[in-house]
């Protein structure tokens, strides 16, 4: 069976491979479909869902709501 290219994966350390998506007051969501627990600690990548390519829902809404 061949090592783990992942430094985080040999060291055994609890992480994910996934990037985390921050939403406006909701909660982080992961790219991973199994991830156990989407926090800050256990992601190298946190991104803002406005970057998200097309967008996403929640920071249309957002928006849409401080324009009146």
């Known amino acids: ?3 783990p290219a992942c430094p985080s994966c040999r ?3 609890d992480h994910c491979h996934g990037a985390l998506v921050e939403h406006l007051g909701r ?3 992961c ?3 199994d991830c156990a627990a989407p926090s800050h600690i256990r992601h190298a990548f946190v991104i803002d869902c406005a970057d998200l ?3 996403c829902p929640c920071g249309e809404r ?3 709501a401080g324009t009146a």
């Open 1 to 3: 069976m061949s090592e």
């Open 11 to 13: 060291r055994a350390a």
């Open 27 to 29: 909660r982080p969501e």
């Open 31 to 33: 790219t991973e479909p």
């Open 53 to 55: 390519a097309g967008g």
């Open 62 to 64: 957002d928006r849409s």
